[in-house]
T-cell receptor
Framework: DGGITQSPKYLFRKEGQNVTLSCEQN?????MYWYRQDPGQGLRLIYY???????QKGDIAEGYSVSREKKESFPLTVTSAQKNPTAFYLC?????????????FGQGTRLTVV | GNSVTQMEGPVTLSEEAFLTINCTYT??????LFWYVQYPGEGLQLLLK?????DKGSNKGFEATYRKETTSFHLEKGSVQVSDSAVYFC???????????????FGKGTKLSVKP
């Protein structure tokens, strides 16, 4: 079945550590996105990529980094510079940047700083 | 700027009640509009969408009509079930020629609880 797979589902990080969240899609989509979800805040865009080897900062990119070396993969690294990393992280993909195309979401990764 | 405003929750209804979740937007150009649903501990799933004025999106008994004159896209369902309990997100997407990043812009979500 085609879809988006995020791993792990739960992740615990000690303060000062970098962690990487995995996102893989087999939908052959060009565009991929990372969102952060906090209670009562909706979803906020961290980074997005419209094509392999290219990505752009979203609204809250500070303290995060990404890479897009393969079409199907878009990992997100939460660095120690991110001051409040505890949140639910959602990866999404879409066929392109056409305004009427829907986005498909993974199941999310819940990151907790301990 | 571009934004989506949803009614604040939580919304609590009895089974078979009528549901309305209000959504209004501010946008440059002519956006597409979406409703997504999120069940506990999961990602978002597309519920319905509309891409131009007066379009009606519908799915699983839910409906929403793209109202350009009132910049609204209210979600409705005639008879809710316990299984509809979830968080509902309204979202828009702007064409890139209007300076968009090409991503979805979301409202803050409305939590719906349906009691038997």
């Amino acid at each position: 079945d085609g879809g988006i797979t995020q791993s792990p589902k739960y992740l615990f990080r000690k303060e000062g550590q970098n962690v990487t969240l995995s996102c893989e899609q087999n939908l052959n989509h060009d565009a991929m996105y990372w969102y952060r979800q906090d209670p009562g805040q909706g979803l906020r865009l961290i980074y997005y990529s419209q094509i392999v080897n290219d990505f752009q900062k979203g609204d809250i990119a500070e303290g995060y980094s990404v890479s897009r070396e393969k079409k199907e993969s878009f990992p997100l690294t939460v660095t120690s510079a991110q001051k409040n990393p505890t949140a639910f992280y959602l990866c999404a993909s879409s066929r392109g940047a056409g305004f009427d195309t829907e986005a498909f979401f993974g199941q999310g990764t819940r990151l907790t700083v301990v | 700027g571009n934004s989506v405003t949803q009614m604040e929750g939580p919304v609590t209804l009895s089974e078979e009640a009528f549901l309305t979740i209000n959504c209004t937007y501010t946008a440059t150009g002519y956006p597409s509009l979406f409703w997504y649903v999120q069940y506990p501990g999961e990602g978002l799933q597309l519920l319905l969408k509309a891409t131009k004025a007066d379009d009606k999106g519908s799915n699983k008994g839910f409906e929403a009509t793209y109202r350009k004159e009132t910049t609204s896209f209210h979600l409705e369902k005639g008879s809710v079930q316990v299984s509809d309990s979830a968080v509902y997100f309204c979202a828009l997407r702007i064409p890139m020629e209007f300076g968009s990043q090409g991503n979805l812009i979301f409202g803050k979500g409305t939590k719906l609880s349906v009691k038997p």
